[in-house]
């Protein structure tokens, strides 16, 4: 402080000075050679002015460079938004076109049934150990009774047993509590079909004489009146026949992958109230 009251007016004049000097001299005309004046003051500024240009021109550059990198930012944010946004186009897509398909092939499994059908979404599933049976979005309100039959795309799926006025509950074909009358295609012969838990079925009351191979296609008999006849059940996995009993053991694979199905069919016919 003591400093800059002995001097201020030193350097309040030599900074004033070198000002007017440094103005001088960058409004020289340049079509005129300077004189001999005006290249002294040139030569003792230029050290003071070639840094000053220096630092002008890293701080311009700083700026722009800044100012780049806050479009580029803006930039990748936009495109950021425009992927996801097409990605969700995609999926969103993807799944129309998939529902799409499985809805075709509904249709299809709809124009071999003669009554009348109600088409349902499966919206709630219970595979605990116990029970095999899953929640469509159909009830009392839509006509489904208990009962009635529940159809896939690929084939026999279960049966309604419990409704409620917008929702009913299916018990699968592959519950222990499931029966469902059957027949081996190629052979006709006869049986009925039990779920045995863990995706699989069992043709009982089949007798060892009859004729039943692995890879023979297994439908519904028709017998009963709950199931159209001639509908999809499975596919004989095993077939064993023991020294004693007058029954053979037969093994069934569902022909529905219940663990990825969305859409079924009821039957609208028999039932009870």
């Not at 840094?51 to 100012?67: H, K, L, M, N, Q």
């Not at 296609?217 to 020294?243: D, H, N, Y």
Request: with cysteine.
């Amino acid at each position: 402080m003591e400093l800059f009251k002995k001097y201020g007016l030193v350097l309040l004049i030599a900074t004033g000075v070198l000002g007017a000097l440094i103005f001088y001299t960058l409004n020289i005309p340049r079509n005129r050679e300077a004189n001999i004046i005006e290249r002294g003051i040139m030569s003792v500024f230029a050290p003071i002015m070639i840094p000053a240009a220096r630092v002008s021109g890293f701080f311009e550059d700083a700026w722009d460079g800044y100012i780049s990198l806050v479009d580029v930012r803006r930039e990748n944010l936009r495109l950021r938004e425009e992927i996801r946004d097409l990605n969700g186009r995609i999926v969103a897509g993807n799944e129309a076109l998939q529902a799409k398909e499985r809805l075709e092939h509904l249709l299809d499994m709809k124009g071999t049934i003669k009554s009348p059908t109600l088409a349902a979404s499966i919206v709630g599933e219970d595979v605990s150990s116990w029970f095999r049976t899953m929640i469509i979005d159909r009830g009392s309100s839509s006509g489904v009774r208990e009962g009635m039959a529940v159809i896939a795309a690929d084939g026999v799926a279960g049966q309604i047993v419990k409704v409620a006025p917008t929702t009913a509950r299916v018990l699968l074909m592959t519950d222990h509590a499931s029966g469902i009358a059957a027949v081996i295609q190629r052979s006709r012969a006869r049986g009925v079909v039990k779920g045995k838990g863990e995706g699989l079925c069992s043709l009982e009351f089949t007798t060892r004489e009859e004729d039943v191979k692995v890879g023979d296609a297994v439908v519904s008999s028709g017998i009963g009146g709950v199931f159209p006849k001639g509908l999809p059940i499975g596919e004989v996995t095993m077939v064993k026949r023991g020294e004693y009993g007058i029954f053979q053991t037969v093994t069934i694979r569902p022909s529905v992958n219940f663990a990825h199905l969305e859409e079924v069919l009821v039957v609208l016919r028999g039932g009870y109230e």
